[in-house]
Nanobody
Framework: VQLVESGGGLAQPGGSLRLSCTAS????????IGWFRQAPGKEREGISC????????YYSGSVEGRFTTSRDNARNTVYLQMNSLKPEDTAVYYC????????????????????WGQGTQVTVSS
């Protein structure tokens, strides 16, 4: 089981980036897929989760309205589209897969997730 993130980089404030999370060894549409981020000196923050049963997405208040998740089952990939980026979005971004179900109340709890990618750096700066 492996998750690989890509698409990170440098963006200007107000700009956009799209992160990808591609899995091998399992089907992503069988699992809730979460996105987390960790800025230097801060705890890992859960920012979204794409539920596998009804494709509902949950978002933290810090990104709701700016970030959206989607999946491409043919590519076994989940995306995090990030718009209206802010300097405070600068962090290492991780995707994670859960074996059990995830709810809006548990989506930001990293202990609920079983498999993690290695992370991709996102820097928002002018």
């Amino acid at each position: 089981v492996q998750l690989v993130e890509s698409g990170g980089g440098l963006a200007q404030p107000g700009g956009s980036l799209r992160l990808s999370c591609t899995a091998s060894g399992f089907n992503m549409d069988d699992h809730p897929i979460g996105w987390f981020r960790q800025a230097p000196g801060k705890e890992r923050e859960g920012i979204s989760c794409l539920d596998n049963e009804d494709d509902r997405s949950y978002y933290s208040g810090s990104v709701e309205g700016r970030f959206t998740t989607s999946r491409d089952n043919a590519r076994n990939t989940v995306y995090l589209q990030m718009n209206s980026l802010k300097p405070e979005d600068t962090a290492v971004y991780y995707c994670a897969a859960a074996v059990r179900f995830i709810t809006a109340q548990t989506m930001s709890d990293p202990t609920r997730y079983d498999y993690w990618g290695q992370g991709t750096q996102v820097t928002v700066s002018s």
